[in-house]
């Protein structure tokens, strides 16, 4: 039997799922990895499931390569955030399926801002936000946290680790 442990931040990588809180967060997640100059991004309280055997790590500080981030979420109470729900109320989306490199065939379909995807776009660097996400490519078996996973309201995708994106608009 797995326990679920109450985290604010969420991120899969090519071989686990690691939540934890990053250290000296001073915005949102999505900006913070968008602008985060370094190599590695401190998750303090981390545990990292092994998404094979389900099998569980703790550790009190993880250094997390940025470049090996596939998706992030950030846990927070959205009814509440009168800012954000102004920003995303007139920007328009479109319906994308997103492939990752890497060995785990990890696909995320969802909407996104018509080329959010894209070096060029100028709201975005490195990352950008999918809402209503739909994870495919991996067993979640029966681990409550893997299974957070196929919950979630909205991904942070990293744009660096895709290698295809069907945009079924184009």
Known sequence: MTTTTI?????LTDSFLIKGEVERKHARLSQVLDEHRKFFIKV???TLVD???CDRIQTPLL??????ILVAHEFLDQAGDAQLAALHRDHKTVKVRVFFTGHLNVEVGGECRPGAYEADDRMTRRFFVMRNPQVRGFNAKEDSDLKLLFKLPYVIVNKARLSYVYDFNE
């Not at 985290?7 to 991120?11: E, Y």
């Not at 250094?63 to 090996?68: A, I, K, L, S």
């Open 7 to 11: 985290v604010s931040d969420l991120f």
């Open 44 to 46: 303090r309280n981390a």
């Open 51 to 53: 998404l094979n055997t």
């Open 63 to 68: 250094h997390v390569n940025t470049d090996e």
